[in-house]
């Protein structure tokens, strides 16, 4: 029943989420051999404003791999993967909580009037979201390798693959976020707008050769350590997964303290 309840809850932002990532991916499919030769010219006369520690990545780039990682787990996903997972992220509490601002008092009622913890309805809701997040950051990237081989590209599945799921796993960190402001503000908007102006605020200002801090969530999102040493960032992802993990139990815990 809850699974049912939060499918209906979050359909309309997975499909929309889906549909507006699949899009871009098919937009910008670079399988032209101009297209190619047109993005290496591009990097070469950028170069010489590179660190010398960026200018050795040159040749990982100039690649299909090297676009599909620049383009897609660098710059598109994470401009857009973050807004959609606290779009989601925000609807358990946006349409069945009677407290919240704009919600929906009778399905609150109905909900809390079922044979199940707050707790339960609360973590039901986000395992469902996660795994939503996982599919949206898995189809739209499984495009580029599977377009690359009916065209003789050399775009690898299994990279493919690792980068999102890392890109996945280590951005929990954001539908986690939005259950958390969630539980603190009890307004939709409010926690929309915090967590939007964070997310750009960690994403800006980019450089496309430069690594982001070790601190920042979206180094290890990227995947910049895999895609530059072939490394997978261990404990980053652990790090990631352990805040996650930390801002859900405050969420639960105010969730279940909260007078309804």
């Known amino acids: 029943m809850l699974w049912q309840k939060s499918w209906w809850e979050t359909r309309l932002a997975l499909l929309m989420a889906m549909a507006v990532l699949l899009s871009f991916a ?3 499919q670079p399988w032209e051999e101009a297209s190619l030769t047109q993005w290496v010219s591009s990097l070469q006369e950028r170069a010489p404003n590179w660190s010398e520690d960026s200018r050795r990545l040159l040749p990982l780039l100039s690649s299909y791999q090297g676009y599909v990682w620049l383009f897609w787990f660098k710059l598109m996903l994470p401009i857009m993967w ?3 997972a606290f779009a989601m992220g925000v609807t358990l509490v ?10 929906s008092g009778a399905a609150g009622l109905f909900t809390f009037s079922l044979p199940v913890s707050r707790r339960r309805v609360l973590l039901t809701h986000a ?7 996982v599919l949206v950051t ?14 003789g ?4 599945f299994g990279s493919t693959v690792v980068h ?6 280590g951005g929990m960190v954001f539908p986690a976020f939005s259950f958390l402001l969630m539980a603190v503000f009890n307004n939709q908007w409010k926690a929309l707008t915090i967590g939007i102006a964070v997310v750009f605020a960690m994403f800006f200002p980019v450089r496309i050769a430069e690594e982001f801090p070790w601190w920042n969530v979206y180094h290890v999102m990227s995947g910049e350590t895999y895609f530059r040493y072939g ?8 790090a990631s997964l352990a805040v996650s993990a930390l801002m859900m139990f405050v969420a639960v815990r105010i969730y279940e303290r909260r007078d309804f």
């Open 26 to 28: 098919a937009w910008r």
């Open 82 to 84: 973050p807004a959609f």
């Open 94 to 103: 946006a349409t069945s909580c009677p407290w919240m601002a704009g919600g």
């Open 127 to 133: 395992a469902l979201v996660a795994v939503e997040m």
């Open 138 to 151: 898995l189809a739209p990237s499984l495009m580029f390798p599977i377009v690359s081989r009916l065209i």
């Open 153 to 156: 590209g050399e775009v690898s």
């Open 164 to 169: 999102a799921l890392l890109f996945s796993l």
């Open 231 to 238: 490394k997978i960032p261990w404990l980053g992802l652990l």
